[in-house]
T-cell receptor, first 116, second 113 residues
Framework: GAVVSQHPSRVICKSGTSVKIECRSLDFQATTMFWYRQFPKQSLMLMATSNEGSKATYEQGVEKDKFLINHASLTLSTLTVTSAHPEDSSFYIC????????????FGSGTQLSVL | SQKIEQNSEALNIQEGKTATLTCNYTNYSPAYLQWYRQDPGRGPVFLLLIRENEKEKRKERLKVTFDTTLKQSLFHITASQPADSATYLCALELGSGYSTLTFGKGTMLLVSP
């Protein structure tokens, strides 16, 4: 199946700093990528849908100025958590669809963000 | 409101037995339903997809059923192994095209030797 690479896997930062998370589709082109957040023992919550070459679509309640998404190419989407605070600490996961297997989602390995 | 329910309590079974996990949903009429496996600290991995016109789908030791009248899917792992220990998520999509997936909270399966 398709491979989605996500980096970094873990990041610890100070409150007020910004953190960038990268998501790459390695062997396919992804015009659409999805960013999820997951708190312990909770379900994956969709934050935004990232579309190549256009603005991301954010879910209700997700601050677009805080969670900046850039999808500049068909294989790369980035999520930047700006001015991070301890409440932003969470597990962030990206996913993408491969047009050849369009119904499935292929997920990155996730990024555990801890804001001190 | 739309809701997906999975048993929040962990399922503990012995190696070799069949594990059965349940996914119930309300207020959906999904075109298909998917099951994913998630290991701690990792992203989910796709396992099986079953469409609304299919009652059962199999893949190796995995079997999924889909009852659109009961609004329920059952996920079975036969001859379970300790390596099957993980959290299993069901996910629904509302229709064709590329609408987004909504996930249940998942059920943790623990298979003891």
């Amino acid at each position: 199946g398709a491979v989605v690479s996500q980096h970094p896997s873990r990041v610890i930062c100070k409150s007020g700093t910004s953190v960038k998370i990268e998501c790459r589709s390695l062997d396919f082109q992804a015009t659409t990528m999805f960013w999820y957040r997951q708190f312990p023992k909770q379900s994956l919550m969709l934050m935004a849908t990232s579309n190549e070459g256009s603005k991301a679509t954010y879910e209700q309640g997700v601050e677009k100025d805080k969670f900046l998404i850039n999808h500049a190419s068909l294989t790369l989407s980035t999520l930047t958590v700006t001015s991070a605070h301890p409440e932003d600490s969470s597990f962030y996961i990206c996913s993408a669809r491969d047009w050849a297997e369009a119904e499935k989602l292929f997920f990155g390995s996730g990024t555990q963000l801890s804001v001190l | 409101s739309q809701k997906i329910e999975q048993n929040s309590e962990a399922l503990n079974i012995q190696e070799g037995k069949t594990a059965t996990l349940t996914c119930n949903y309300t207020n959906y009429s999904p075109a298909y339903l998917q099951w994913y496996r998630q290991d701690p600290g990792r992203g989910p991995v796709f396992l099986l997809l079953i469409r609304e016109n299919e009652k059962e789908k199999r893949k190796e030791r995995l079997k999924v059923t889909f009852d659109t009248t009961l609004k329920q899917s059952l996920f079975h792992i036969t001859a379970s192994q300790p390596a099957d220990s993980a959290t299993y998520l069901c996910a629904l999509e509302l229709g064709s095209g590329y609408s987004t997936l909504t996930f249940g909270k998942g059920t943790m399966l623990l298979v003891s030797p």
